[in-house]
């Protein structure tokens, strides 16, 4: 690569580090991490994911095991979602991803699988 395409990709980064979603996005981060609570919830959302994966494993689609950690899962999921805090992480979260999304299609949406001199003849 070249020092000017070096240059351009850190003055990237930087510009992307400093926008006020990204800084939004990392500020709420913190504040999810360091809130007993939604830890809490989280982790029973994750236990909630595991009994449904076991109940799986273990009986049909339709039995009344894995409709039962079903429900505990969509519970479990919905108190976690329903929490203020995560709820502002998630918009946060749907902003800087569209920043990348569209860094990722000014960069490369014009390139296609066979641009790279490859002759696939």
Do not use: W
């Amino acid at each position: 690569m070249t020092n000017n395409l070096m240059n351009k990709l850190d003055e990237l980064k930087c510009a992307i580090e400093q926008d006020s979603s990204v800084l939004e996005l990392e500020r709420l981060n913190k504040l999810i991490n360091a809130d007993e609570n939604i830890m809490r919830l989280a982790y029973q959302k994750d236990m909630a994911v595991l009994a449904y994966e076991d109940a799986l494993k273990h009986y049909t689609k339709d039995s009344l095991e894995v409709g039962t950690a079903q429900k505990s899962l969509y519970e479990a999921k919905l108190a976690l979602d329903s929490n203020p805090l995560v709820m502002q992480y998630n918009d946060a979260y749907k902003k800087v991803k569209a920043i990348y999304a569209s860094i990722n299609k000014e960069l490369f949406g014009s390139m296609s699988i066979h641009s790279c001199g490859e002759n696939h003849d």
